[in-house]
């Protein structure tokens, strides 16, 4: 079939932001050199112009490096019509021999909403497996069912701009100034302008909390605790919205009752909750005399098998005060990937069938004759978890993984790997050849190139409902196709032509539309009804929009801000409910064994398993090693340095992690980033080690709260390594790869000294010009490998204690040519001109050492220190980390 070809001729394309579900507008100017230049579109209203480090680093991440550009069947090169053969032979068969629920689809939130479409309709309607999953499960699933237990539906009552009008904003779990950090900006703006408050509950002290004007520090897992006590206190102080609560809501009794066995009162909502009684009376006062209240909730809440409960614990006091759909209140669900909401328009949880709709007779009916379907599916399928397990006990046969990296972000991915092997069939549609997941086999293994962002054309929809365009302004590499392509493809092969037969993405979209509307009438909140018929060049010109968007009212051309202003409901008497939740209980006890409790999340600047952000040099720069936060007097108690090694371990494995002593992380618990692969470090996997015992509402899995034992490593030595091209660490050491400028970084720890590391690098680099400083007494080795007058590699080894800081190096590696300066630099050690310090500020580069000089010299304020040296004047994800730095600095040039 013909592709869709991108319209390359504007210069400047708008776009949207393929991370984080802020849903960011972006300009890109394509450089026709396969670059381009990223800015914020200051006409869209996420961001109105701003971008954060991630966004604005988009242009690093384009290149072709580490693509899969052609198919492969078991690893060999194959062409389309052998690969797409391949699986949908080997689907028709097993499909034969097993049934169609042998087959599984496991999807992500970062498929467009039409490639999403697609995979769902194939699965349900056609191949007629109900095993279709998605990483949503591990995300959004939990505020899916909150929502859908409260509401009748998974609406997400309000928008963005409540956050402008609110008075208070509480996040419950979310560390927005790093994961959602343009909302964050906003948040801090409505702080200026109006005196907002912000309260932050989250049992480590983040970026977010240290911005939070009262940050609860709660212990793990009792956020069910802290929410009963604040209805039981909403009750107590006369501060309920009475008629909203007797004209709109259904089960408030029992769920009050509830609340108030398990908190009746502040003392015992502090005992619940390992908080200070002087802290839960603030956030009780500030909550019971504060109307606009807005309660944003992520990973924190979601993340945990009482996620659900959490959620129905937020929407129950917002629920009791009428705080909801109306301006600067409500609960706000902070959705994770830019797709995850579309991911539940479509369908693609595998507790949904299609458009917001579920299993009841007349909705199955429904879809079944609104896509002509011969196989429609009756009832839900397995949830990630469980679907995986059923790989493991041989029940699942064939495997289809789409933008996603199961084998890094599910827990148990080690045990999963192994049972993949078993597999009759496992298909990986990717961007990238690398991947753990694209690495892992079965009897037989067939990878498909995608298309990936820049490149491919679709919709995406934020949390606050909006759905945004992204448009391709780069040609398609390679023999790359985009998902809906690709699937088409295999449906037609497998004998469903007439039914896929798309040839662009707005033709799917407009299905897609008219499905949502289809003898909708009202009864359903998602509704697109008035975008049925959209043309293809309304569809290009596309603003975002909010939905609902039915066919006939107000709404039909512009959308809707808010749901629920009329307390109507989608339940069948249009009643919200309220729900008694559990009393907090952690999924899995500590034991004596392995007595702490491991939280896993994310950091500032990599985005999930680092497929695209670990290409940028800027992005990689902040935190370039997996590392464990551990609490000082636990630090203490297990003998751990700051910058030291620890190994931690569950059930599930281990993984060596470098080690981060702070206070803003409880005594007993311990958090290590998700992000690192087996790409990118030896013994990074965190996420892995989490056991992941799912919701019993919703099934998302427990990945904040593994027990966990930890223990010292030492290594004899600890250097680094700067080389042009990516660089294979010898077996044996520890180590981790950052992308450096103009080339690949490897930090590194093993159990040799100086000396056989010096015989090892000479070994390294044959035929090259060593310039080498060596002093074995003290361990000490530092080398600069050269080809003529460039520099293509650099090394420094130490004993290893600490790492040896690598800024000065990166700088010289950078640089085009080499300065004698520069060369009597690297070996010495010793910077030529004062270094400039651990990155700070991605955007410009800036180093903590001379964001501490400037603050020296006189600049008090994080506008000053902008104004001196340029850091957090871009994208501002910096900014929390700069005013931390003010008081220190401040004091100890004062002292
Ligand atoms: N930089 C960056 N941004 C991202 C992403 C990324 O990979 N990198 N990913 C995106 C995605 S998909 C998602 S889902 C979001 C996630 O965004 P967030 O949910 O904000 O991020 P996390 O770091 O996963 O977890 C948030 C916080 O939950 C806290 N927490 C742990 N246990 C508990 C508990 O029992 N109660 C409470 N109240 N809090 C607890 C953790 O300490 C952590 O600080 O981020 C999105 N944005
Ligand atoms: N322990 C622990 N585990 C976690 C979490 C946690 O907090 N702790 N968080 C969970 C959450 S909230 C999430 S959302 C997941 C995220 O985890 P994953 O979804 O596994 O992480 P990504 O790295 O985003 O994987 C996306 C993959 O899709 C590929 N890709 C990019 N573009 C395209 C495209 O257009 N088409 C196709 N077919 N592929 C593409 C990328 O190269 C990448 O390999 O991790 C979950 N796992
Ligand atoms: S906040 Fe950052 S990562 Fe999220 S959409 Fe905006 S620019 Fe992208
Ligand atoms: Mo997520």
């Not at 394309?13 to 300009?27: F, S």
């Not at 072709?64 to 550009?69: C, M, V």
């Not at 069938?353 to 429904?366: G, I, K, Y």
């Not at 500032?604 to 290409?615: E, F, I, N, Q, S």
Request: net charge neutral; with cysteine; hydrophobic share 40%.
């Amino acid at each position: 079939m013909s592709l869709p070809t991108p319209d390359l001729s504007a210069p400047v394309v708008k776009t949207t932001c393929p991370y984080c579900g802020v849903g960011c507008g972006v300009l890109a100017t394509p450089d026709g050199r396969g670059g381009v230049a990223i800015a914020g579109d200051p006409d869209h209203p996420a961001n109105f112009g701003r971008l954060c480090s991630k966004g604005s680093a988009l242009g690093e991440t384009v290149d072709l490096k580490d693509r899969l550009l052609s198919p492969t069947v078991d690893g060999q090169a194959a062409t389309w019509e052998g690969a797409l053969g391949a699986v949908a032979g080997g689907l028709r068969k097993i499909a034969e021999q097993h049934g169609p629920d042998a087959i599984a689809f496991y999807l992500s939130g970062q498929l467009l909403t039409e490639d999403y479409y697609v995979a769902n309709k194939l699965a349900k309607g056609f191949l007629g497996t109900p095993h279709v999953d998605t990483n949503s499960r591990l995300c959004m699933s939990s505020a899916v069912a909150a929502h859908r237990r409260a509401f009748g539906s998974d609406t997400v009552p309000g928008c963005y701009e409540d956050l402008d009008e609110a008075d208070l904003i509480v996040l419950v779990g979310s560390n927005a100034a790093w994961c959602h950090p343009i909302l964050f900006r906003r948040m801090l703006d409505a702080r200026q302008r109006r005196g907002t408050k912000i309260v932050t509950v989250d049992p480590r002290r983040t970026q977010t909390g240290e911005e939070a004007d009262l940050h609860l520090g709660l212990e793990p897992g009792s956020d069910t605790a802290l929410f009963s006590g604040l209805m039981t206190y909403l009750a107590g102080q006369g501060k309920l919205d009475g008629r909203f609560i007797e004209e709109h809501t259904a089960g408030f009794e029992g769920a009050l009752e509830r609340a108030r066995q398990i908190a009746p009162d502040v003392a015992a909502t502090a005992r619940a909750t390992g908080l200070a009684e002087a802290e839960v009376q603030a956030f009780f006062d500030l909550f019971a005399r504060t109307e606009r209240v807005v309660t944003g909730f992520s990973q924190g809440a979601n993340q945990s098998a009482q996620g659900t409960d959490k959620g129905n614990a937020i929407i129950n006091c917002h629920l009791a005060t009428g705080r909801i759909g109306r301006p600067g209140m409500g609960p706000l669900s902070l959705t994770g990937q830019p797709n995850a909401m579309g991911g539940r328009e479509v369908g693609g949880l595998a507790n949904m069938l299609a458009a917001h709709m579920h299993f009841a007779p007349e909705e199955v009916d429904r879809v079944r004759r609104f896509w002509r379907a011969p196989n429609i599916i009756t009832g839900e399928g397995m949830k990630a978890v469980a679907l995986f397990e059923a790989i493991e006990r041989g029940k699942i046969k064939a495997l289809w993984v789409m933008g996603t990296n199961p084998l890094v972000s599910m827990p148990r991915a080690d045990r999963i790997r192994e049972a993949l092997r078993s597999l009759d069939l496992y298909v990986v549609s990717e961007a990238v050849a690398n991947s753990d997941s694209a690495r892992a086999t079965a009897k037989k293994t067939v990878l498909l190139p995608a298309l990936a962002w820049g490149e491919k054309d679709g919709t995406v929809t934020n949390s606050e409902r909006r759905i945004s365009r992204q448009r391709a302004f780069l040609e398609a590499p390679g023999q790359a196709r985009a998902d809906w392509v690709i699937m088409s493809d295999v449906a037609r092969r497998l004998g469903h032509g007439e039914a896929f037969a798309y040839t662009s993405a707005v033709e799917i979209f407009r299905e897609h539309a008219a499905l949502s509307g289809f003898e909708n009438d009202g009864t359903r909140d998602f509704d697109l009804g008035g975008l049925s018929e959209i043309g293809a060049s309304a569809y290009d010109r596309h603003l975002p929009l909010q939905w609902p968007v039915p066919k006939r009212g107000p709404e039909a051309k512009r959308g809707r801000a808010r749901l629920f202003a009329d307390g109507r409901f989608y339940t069948f008497d249009r009643r919200a409910r309220f729900v008694a939740v559990q009393p907090p209980a952690l999924a899995q006890p500590v034991t004596a064994e392995r007595p702490l409790v491991l939280n896993t999340g994310r950091i500032r600047d990599h985005w999930h398993t680092m497929t695209r952000t670990g290409k940028s040099q800027r992005l990689s720069a902040h935190r370039a090693v997996p590392f464990v936060e551990i609490h000082p007097d636990d630090a203490a108690r297990y003998r751990l340095t700051d910058g030291g090694f620890a190994r931690v371990t569950t059930e599930l494995g281990e993984a060596i992690l470098e080690v981060t002593v702070t206070d803003g992380i409880r005594p007993g618990s311990i958090f290590a980033p998700m992000h690192w692969s087996d790409m990118t470090a030896s013994h990074g996997r965190a996420a892995a080690l989490a056991r992941g015992i799912p919701d019993p509402v919703s099934g998302q899995p427990e990945l904040k709260a593994t027990p966990a034992a930890i223990e010292a490593v030492a290594y004899r030595s600890r250097g680094y390594l700067l080389t042009r091209e990516v660089h294979a660490a010898p077996a044996g050491w520890w180590w981790a790869r950052a992308t450096v400028e103009g080339g690949s970084g490897l930090l590194f720890a093993t159990g040799e000294g100086s000396r056989e590391m010096a015989l090892a690098v000479r070994g390294m680099f044959p035929g090259h010009e060593l310039a080498e400083y060596v002093d074995h007494a003290r361990g000490l080795y530092r080398c600069a490998v050269y080809a003529g007058d460039r520099l293509v590699a650099a090394l420094a080894v130490a004993p290893g204690e600490r790492r040896p800081e690598w800024e000065l190096a990166k700088g010289v590696f950078a640089a085009p040519a080499i300065e004698a300066m520069d060369r009597r630099s690297l070996l010495s050690g010793r910077a030529a001109t004062a270094s400039a310090g651990p990155v700070i500020c991605a955007c410009h580069g800036v180093g903590l050492d001379t964001i501490n000089a400037a603050i020296g010299a006189g600049a008090g304020s994080v506008e000053a220190v902008g104004a001196a040296c340029k850091a957090g004047t871009n994208c501002g994800s910096c900014i929390p980390e700069i005013r931390k730095l003010l008081p220190q600095a401040l004091a100890r040039s004062a002292a």
